[in-house]
């Protein structure tokens, strides 16, 4: 049975505000979730999130699985204390490997063979053990192994994962062990509005903690990201919060907001802060681009991050192409910092009755 973990406190459409209670302190809705799939978000510390205003962050059991390995953790006491990191912590499952690994793993009924893209190790993964690898981690939120499907999987393909999916979160489920931990469950059905909304009605029957909505942002129109998670919400439990995975550009998160999602998480403003963008309120700025060489502005004249206030456009485009690793830390750091700011502001306009 799902425990009372979230709270709704405002809505503007579809559009909430909430607030989401685990282990380590609420997390205000809704929230964007940098990845740190490794146990690290990639170029920034964890107290540099923290002055971000990062109020959760988001890691990989597969990844942790193979390298550490849980149990290293587990005796290091538990991710939190690994990483450094005092405030709440998601993992995924490793489902979006079932993905994203096509040819080195092989799908049954039972769960998951993989070969190891670091050593080529044969890895096992089931329903119950993924539950288990996450009670070890110790994040705050855990989640069911699920089977995404390509974008253009036929119907029957489609349906099979589903209901493979479905049954993995009841068997997973069955296998929580730790009252302290949060489970969310993930609604699949591909590209298609009925078997979302079959998906959801199934998963919803099974009271997980909170829901992740996977199988999207595959390369389909946007159009339809949104329609498919509008269904989905519009099925699910009011009362339990929604996760929207791996949907990362901030009008596509906007755009989720309005279909009726809470959490977010995506790879895309560290990456692009490794490659020389940064996300700004005038759009995406290829910093590292000539024009850019006596800029001595900031990024985003409209920013306070510490980047935006100590740093121009010509030292940040110096530092890239000289090679430095500064240049990388400076914009995630600015990218981050957006995107918190984003979240903050859509909550304020959503208690306000302005975000529509």
């Known amino acids: 049975m799902s425990r009372d973990c979230f709270a709704i406190e405002a809505q503007c459409g579809r559009a909430r505000a909430g607030r989401l209670h685990t282990a380590h302190g609420d997390v205000p809705t809704p929230a964007f979730m940098p990845v740190g799939t490794q146990g690290t978000v990639k170029a920034i510390l964890p107290e540099e999130l923290e002055a971000i205003g990062v109020r959760i962050a988001l890691a990989n059991t597969y990844h942790l699985h193979l390298r550490p390995g849980e149990e290293i953790v587990r005796r290091a006491g538990g991710l939190h204390a690994f990483m450094n990191w005092p405030r709440p912590l998601l993992t995924d499952s490793g489902g979006y490997q079932v993905f994203s690994l096509q040819g080195l793993r092989k799908v049954d009924d039972d769960g998951v063979t993989f070969t190891s893209h670091l050593d080529g190790s044969t890895r096992r993964l089931t329903p119950e053990s993924v539950i288990g690898i996450q009670e070890a981690l110790g994040p705050d939120i855990a989640v069911t192994l699920d089977e995404p499907v390509p974008l253009d999987a036929e119907e029957s393909t489609v349906r099979r994962a589903m209901e493979r999916s479905r049954e993995w979160a009841r068997r997973g489920l069955e296998a929580r062990t730790r009252v302290d931990q949060l489970i969310f469950g993930i609604v699949q059905g591909g590209m298609s509005a009925a078997l979302r909304r079959e998906s959801a009605e199934s998963i919803a029957d099974l009271a997980p903690d909170g829901f992740c909505l996977g199988g999207l942002s595959l390369g389909e129109p946007k159009a339809l990201t949104a329609e498919l998670t509008a ?8 009362d339990r919060a929604r996760h929207l995975m791996g949907v990362g550009y901030p009008e596509d998160i906007l755009e989720g907001l309005r279909s009726g999602a809470d959490l977010f998480d995506c790879v895309l403003p560290t ?16 910093v590292d681009a000539a024009p ?13 991050c510490p980047t935006c206030r100590g740093y121009t456009r010509a030292y940040i485009r110096h530092l890239y192409k000289a090679k430095e690793i500064l240049a990388a830390r400076l914009v995630t750091y600015h990218n981050l910092w957006f995107y918190t700011r984003l979240m903050e502001r859509a909550r304020r306009e959503i208690v306000e009755g302005t975000f529509a």
């Open 231 to 238: 269904v989905a919400c519009e099925t699910l439990p009011q």
């Open 271 to 286: 990456r692009l802060g490794r490659n020389g963008s940064a996300v700004t309120s005038e759009g995406r700025l290829n």
């Open 292 to 304: 850019y060489a006596e800029d001595f502005g900031p990024l985003d004249p409209a920013c306070e």
